[in-house]
Structure formats: C-alpha cells, structure tokens
C-alpha cells in the first residue's frame, strides 16, 4: 500500500509555520482552532480570506499526524524528528511542553498557548471565542521540585484569572503525562 501524502504544506520560517494557500488555512483551522489567521486577531468564523500561522507545538503534533507536510523557504521536506530539534534550539524544554501538548489534543482539549496567563498553556474545551479557557497549565517535568512558592504563585494566578491551575508532569523517557489540578476557592 502507497503511503499517502499530506496535500497542505506549511513553510517553516523561524519559529513559526504558515500555510499560505486560503483554503487549506481555513481546513486546518476548521479542524481544531490551530494556527492563528495572519492580520485577524479574534476570528469570528472559519472563512477568513488569509494564512494561518501555526506556532511549533501545532506543525509538530500535525506534521505527525500526516495532516500536513513541512518544507523550508527552499521546498525542502522536514521530517517530524527534524522539526523536533529545530523547534529544541528554540524553545526551552520544547520536547517536555510537546509530550503535554500532544496528549491533551489527543484528549480532545483545544491548546493554546499560555503566555498571556503568564503559564505555558490555556485549555479549552470547545475553542476560543467559543468558550472561556477553564484551565490553565504549567509543564514540569519528572524530577522537578513544586514547593510552596510554586503553589502560592498557581493560586494567586488562577484565582486572578479564574480558572483552574494544572501542574503537568511530563515524563520524557516514558513519554507520558501525569496531572495535578489545583482548585481555588474563596472562603
């Protein structure tokens, strides 16, 4: 049997993945909220006339999916594990935060980066624009220490921002997730 090849390429350039063809933007976006609409902050629908950015945490879950196909400015083709690393030389603890991200999507959560909660990831349920992020997440990984600072600080972020505060502990070598979820209240 032939193996099939992605038909939507995105182009690498720097930190970023964009694929430029309008409706293949909408297609991938349509499958899960990836990527962000070059110029259009907040999309209302799917049929925005532009292309979509994908960060290196959505081309890599993606790319190995076989939902798309990764080129450099010089169409060449990146695998999966050449992504991988250049995406490592770019982001700290790239292939910890990817393990997290991966098993979340598989979950059917919509990911999102965290940056502006001041952590690494907003989860949705059904989307932005569609529903509020009721969590959001720090990745840890195996061996790190979560002491009373880190708690305090969780706390003080997901009460400000009302949502529920997720330690994520991912296990490189093993290749999975555990998850401590932390609830706030007000007495």
Known sequence: MEEKKAEITAELIGDRLIIWNI????????????????????PKDYNFNAPLTLDLFEGLYLLERGIIRVVDRDSREITPEQLLRIASRIHEDFKSKFIVYRDLRNRGFIVTPGIKFGCD????????????????????????????PDFIR??????????????????????????????????
């Open 23 to 42: 409706a293949h933007s909408q297609e991938v976006y349509r499958m899960g909220f990836f990527g962000k609409p070059v110029g259009i902050p907040k």
């Open 121 to 148: 990831f907003a989860i949705y349920e059904h989307g932005p624009g569609i529903d509020h992020a009721p969590a959001i997440l720090e990745v840890k990984k195996v061996g790190d220490k979560i002491d009373a």
């Open 154 to 187: 969780a706390g003080r972020l997901a009460t400000s921002v009302r949502k529920l505060f997720v330690f994520a502990i991912s296990d490189v070598k093993n290749n999975n997730v555990k998850y401590l979820v932390s609830k706030w209240w007000k007495s």
